[in-house]
T-cell receptor, first 115, second 113 residues
């Protein structure tokens, strides 16, 4: 199984809502990543988890809160988002754990719209 | 600031034409380099990668890329494109010195049948 799955595919939320994005992989990878991708722009790294510990936080606002409950799961908790946070949120995983040094497997993304 | 530059924003080719997409990075020291592709409606997937060794690397679907350290470049090539190569292509670089991973802005390739 070389798949990274993400749920939900689409999410619309108000600025006062709390929601979570979920990512799952069963490839035994020990590094997992969250990226944000705006339309016609490259993915921007947000967080990296290595062996279930947060290893990189790219100065992301605290309204985004990542969580790695186990080696297969990665969540992104959202609270009090702004309309400019609307984007495609991508999850990825890799076998190696050096913050992006290795080939990453990407999920299909969650399309988030903040109203 | 560290960066990855892709100079071609949109490339339009006819089938069977040759392709070269430029990628330059600004990192010093040891880097790992990648080309990822995003076909319409699909997720990002790895096309090829360079870690060390032979600077000419071959990837899937007939793509290859050449690492030229002196030019800080990692250009992607394909001798004869197909309509199915229509996609967005992203170059990415990881710097061991900075523990930093960045993607280029992407190049949209349109292949006309």
């Amino acid at each position: 199984d070389t798949e990274v799955t993400q749920t939900p595919k689409h999410l619309v939320m108000g600025m006062t809502n709390k929601k979570s994005l979920k990512c799952e992989q069963h490839m035994g990878h020990r590094a997992m990543y969250w990226y944000k991708q705006k339309a016609k722009k490259p993915p921007e790294l947000m967080f990296v988890y290595s062996y279930e510990k947060l290893s990189i936080n790219e100065s992301v606002p605290s309204r985004f809160s990542p969580e790695c409950p186990n080696s297969s799961l990665l969540n992104l908790h959202l609270h009090a988002l702004q309309p400019e946070d609307s984007a495609l949120y991508l999850c990825a995983s890799s076998q190696g754990t050096s913050g992006g040094a290795y080939e990453q497997y990407f999920g299909p993304g969650t399309r988030l719209t903040v109203t | 600031a560290q960066s990855v530059s892709q100079h071609n924003h949109h490339v339009i080719l006819s089938e069977a034409a040759s392709l070269e997409l430029g990628c330059n990075y600004s990192y010093g020291g040891t880097v790992n380099l990648f080309w990822y592709v995003q076909y319409p409606g699909q997720h990002l997937q790895l096309l090829l990668k360079y870690f060390s060794g032979d600077p000419l690397v071959k990837g899937i679907k007939g793509f290859e890329a050449e690492f030229i350290k002196s030019k800080f470049s990692f250009n992607l090539r394909k001798p004869s494109v197909q309509w199915s190569d229509t996609a967005e292509y992203f170059c990415a670089a990881y710097s061991y010195n900075n523990n930093d991973m960045r993607f280029g802005a992407g190049t949209r390739l349109t292949v006309k049948p």
